[in-house]
Each structure stands twice: as structure tokens, then as C-alpha cells.
């Protein structure tokens, strides 16, 4: 199996990446970490070839600590570092990103970062396109060699590359219980060249021989922030009794092939063809595994090992929606069962003006509107009317040549409408659908089943000569508010 994959021209990763998340964990409650005594902790790494780490702002002083490491080797362009920038949910200007890059170089102590990935909380709000058009920017300035999101869904991965953003890779959970990857995702993968760096490959540590045969641990038994998420995930996936029964299989696999649970079932991960890497925390100063992480780049799955592992997870429940779903729509399947060790609001994409005491209308800024006299989306009384729609923002239209990113785009719009008026997706009754070239009738028309599926609204799709060069579909809707 090959060591380490390009992503891009100027990026290779390796097939395994160090995670560096449990630092925020280590210090939780104000604990405090020697900073440089910690970075000696990543030499065995680095000394054994895993010389690619992964980060964030949010994991603690995890930046400082792997800029240190970094900076003392003579040949520390071979250690790459990627790290992510979260941004609190609103506005994003220019100034914000180049002041979070800024950041992100100064603590690492870097002229360049290798990968910055970027993560949004709410895609109706097209500020997260504002953020990616900015960090292109600052990648033709120099200050960042490569792009990648994180937490992506499929049909948001599709809007970027489709509009022009030089995405290389979508960090997302991907694992032997969380299968979302299999499924869209793989579609935008292949069809704009991004590959998968996958977290969560084992679960917290519960796809492990240490949880073979052992009862469901207690919530208040559980030590680590990863363990409180991922026990989530083995509950939504249909339970511990369940989640056993894939532990016996590997067990018994495991034993084939001498190695263990969880070298299997990161291995298993890299049997998918849009997986560049997992990513296996390590928790500094404690043990790191080396032998083991070898050991999964060395292990060969036969076709019956392989089927013995799709048979049993065949039995569980998939996760609900889409990649990256957990930390946008309700169940949570975060440590907390929340957002609230996150953030504390989520503001609306649009500010809703108060014409009457029965009347309401948003504006979403494009210049069609002011042009043309009218608003985005009007509320009177308990019903919410949603002007024709394109994939307008600012001065571009999103999506490019894509039919399907432009029509989710649209729909983001739409939403975020209805939603700074009070609604919500599921309150839509009817949608007109209106397609420039007939030829782009299906693609447009299976985005629209994505988004509206189980709300099944009444609906009209035509073909329409659009007005303004470039546009391929323009939806309108109605909703109402029970």
C-alpha cells in the first residue's frame, strides 16, 4: 500500500495523520501544559516517520505546541502541519480571514501553513463562500498552500469546487459505524478530484480490543470528550448489544491476521478510494502507539475479509444525514448532545424588517432586487412567499457549470428566507422549479429531492429562457406557518 497519496500539486499526505484534538481535552479546566516539554512528546512521531499532524484553533494550544516541534528539526519542511480556522457563525470580511491566518502563522510560528480547513455552522448564510473566496485570495498571496473544508456534506463540497474554490480535502467521521461517506460524498469526490481525511475511524478508542465483551460504559464513567461523542454514535447506530456483535467479528479478524481491533478498523477506512488518510489521535505524553500505526499501513484484507466486515455492519442503523450533520441539525451527535460547548447563538442570514403589524419582508442583497423593486421573501399573516430565486451572490453566480450546486445553492437561499421570517424548510408547500436548458431537468430535479425529501411540497418544473447569462435553474416557493 502506498505510504502517502497527493492531493494536490504542491501536498502530499500520508496514508496516516496524527491528530492533535486531545490537547483542548488535556486542557480542560484551566489545566495547564508545559508547552515546549509537550512538543518533545511529538518526536517519536516524527522520528518514526508519522510526520503530519492535524489541528485547529478551537484544540487548545495545539498550534503553539506543533510549531515548536516543527521549528526545531533542520529539515522541517518534510513535517507538515494542517490546521482548521472555526469561525463563529455571521459576516465574514476580508480583514476576518486574513486576521485568522495571521493567527493561525504566528502561533505555529510559520511563514506559510501547509492546509488550512475550513469549517461552517450554517450554510444558509452564504458567508461561508465569502470566507473560501477569501482564503483563495490569500493562497495566490502565499500565505497558504493548500485549502480544505471540514465537516462538509456532499452537496456544499459540490457548491465550492463548482465555484471555483481549489478544495483538495473534506475532513469528516468516517468509520466502520459512521458510513455517511459512502454515500454522495463519494460522487463529488471523484467527479472535482477532493480527497477524504477521515476522523473518528475508531470511535474514541471503542473500536478497540478494550471494549470487546465489556458492558455499555455509564455517561458519567466516560473520561474523554471523544468518548462522549462517539458513544452517541454506537447508540444511533442501534446500540452496545449491536456494536458488540462488530467487535466479535473484528475480534475474530484480528486474530487472522495477528494485529488488533483497532489497526483492522482503520485499515478497513483506507479500503475506501476517496480516503487519502485517518487521522488516530494521540494523547501527548502518554502511549503513542508507533508500532501499532505502523502495522496498519502493513496489514492486506482479502475480498472475505472484507465481506465478513460489510455483513456485520450491515446490521446496524445509519447515521442519521449527511457528513458533518452532527454539529447542524438536531440529534446532535457531539460530546455534550448540543452545541452549547460551541456556540452560543446562531444568528439568522437575514434581517427580517417589520413593514406591518401582518407584515414582514427580507432581503438577501443582490442587485436584481433593488433593480427591480422587490424583496427576497415576504410574510403576511402565517404565510411566507419566496420570489424566484437564482444562484446569485454578490456579483457571482455560484455553482458555475453545475446545475445540481447552483439548484442547493438556491435552495440555501430559499431557506434562509423562510427562516429570518420564523419558518423553516419543512413549512414549504410549494415550489416552481424553472430550468434555462432542458438537458439540466434531472440534475436540478434530484438536488430538489435531496432537500425536500419527506417534506414533498407540491411542485412545478418547467423550461424557461432565464434571465442573465449563466443561470441554470430559479426556484420560487410558498410556505406556510402551522
Not at 105 to 122: G, P
Not at 134 to 154: C, H, M, R, S
Not at 288 to 295: G, N, R, V
Request: charged share 25%.
Amino acid at each position: 500500500m502506498k505510504k502517502s497519496i497527493a492531493i494536490c500539486e504542491t501536498l502530499a499526505v500520508p496514508r496516516l495523520v496524527i491528530g492533535l484534538w486531545q490537547i483542548a481535552d488535556m486542557e480542560r479546566n484551566n489545566q495547564q501544559l508545559d508547552l515546549n516539554k509537550t512538543a518533545t512528546y511529538m518526536d517519536s512521531y516524527v522520528h518514526a516517520g508519522f510526520t503530519t499532524f492535524d489541528m485547529a484553533d478551537h484544540y487548545g494550544s495545539s498550534e503553539i505546541i506543533a510549531g515548536i516541534c516543527k521549528n526545531k528539526y533542520p529539515e522541517k519542511n518534510s513535517i507538515r502541519l494542517f490546521t482548521k480556522w472555526v469561525p463563529k457563525p455571521g459576516p465574514i470580511d476580508k480583514v476576518m480571514v486574513r486576521e485568522a491566518i495571521e493567527r493561525a502563522l504566528k502561533r505555529m510560528d510559520q511563514e506559510c501553513l501547509d492546509m488550512i480547513q475550513f469549517h461552517a455552522w450554517l450554510y444558509a448564510d452564504p458567508s461561508w463562500l465569502d470566507a473560501l473566496f477569501y482564503l483563495k485570495e490569500l493562497k495566490e498571496e502565499g500565505l497558504v498552500n493548500a485549502i480544505g473544508v471540514t465537516n462538509f456534506d456532499a452537496h456544499h463540497l459540490r457548491i465550492a469546487c463548482a465555484s471555483g474554490i481549489p478544495v483538495v480535502s473534506n475532513q469528516i467521521s468516517h468509520s466502520l459505524v459512521d458510513r455517511r461517506a459512502l454515500g454522495s460524498m463519494q460522487e463529488v469526490c471523484d467527479q472535482y478530484g477532493v480527497h477524504l481525511l477521515t476522523y473518528g475511524t475508531l470511535l474514541g478508542g471503542f473500536l478497540s480490543d478494550r471494549w470487546l465483551g465489556v458492558e455499555a460504559p455509564k455517561t458519567e464513567a466516560l473520561q474523554t470528550w471523544s468518548q462522549m461523542k462517539y458513544m452517541r454514535f454506537i447508540e444511533a447506530a442501534g446500540g452496545w448489544n449491536l456494536f458488540q456483535t462488530v467487535l466479535e467479528t473484528l475480534d475474530a479478524l484480528a486474530q487472522k491476521h495477528q494485529t488488533s481491533i483497532a489497526n483492522l478498523a482503520s485499515r478497513y477506512v483506507l479500503e475506501n478510494k476517496n480516503v487519502a488518510s485517518v487521522i488516530i489521535g494521540a494523547r501527548l505524553g502518554e502511549r503513542a502507539h508507533i508500532e501499532d500505526h505502523k502495522e496498519v499501513l502493513n496489514i492486506s484484507l482479502e475480498k472475505s475479509d472484507v465481506e465478513a466486515i460489510e455483513q456485520v455492519i450491515s446490521k446496524l442503523s445509519p447515521i442519521p444525514g449527511n457528513c458533518g450533520d452532527e454539529y447542524r441539525t438536531p440529534p446532535f451527535l457531539t460530546a455534550s448532545g448540543d452545541l452549547s460547548h460551541h456556540l452560543e447563538t446562531i444568528p439568522e442570514a437575514f434581517e427580517a424588517v417589520q413593514i406591518s403589524e401582518t407584515r414582514a419582508q427580507v432581503y438577501s442583497g443582490t442587485v436584481w432586487e433593488s433593480f427591480a423593486g422587490y424583496c427576497r421573501a415576504v410574510k403576511k399573516g402565517n404565510r411566507i412567499v419566496v420570489s424566484g430565486t437564482t444562484a446569485t451572490h454578490g456579483d457571482k453566480i455560484i455553482g458555475g457549470e453545475d446545475a445540481a450546486a447552483q439548484t442547493h445553492f438556491v435552495i440555501d437561499k430559499i431557506e434562509a428566507a423562510i427562516c429570518s421570517l420564523g419558518g423553516s424548510l419543512t413549512d414549504v408547500i410549494r415550489t416552481r422549479v424553472f430550468v434555462d436548458d432542458i438537458e439540466d431537468w434531472e440534475a436540478v430535479a434530484r438536488a430538489h429531492g435531496v432537500r425536500f425529501k419527506n417534506i414533498d411540497p407540491a411542485n412545478t418544473l418547467v423550461q424557461a429562457k432565464l434571465v442573465g447569462e449563466g443561470y441554470k435553474v430559479e426556484i420560487e416557493a410558498e410556505a406556510v406557518l402551522d
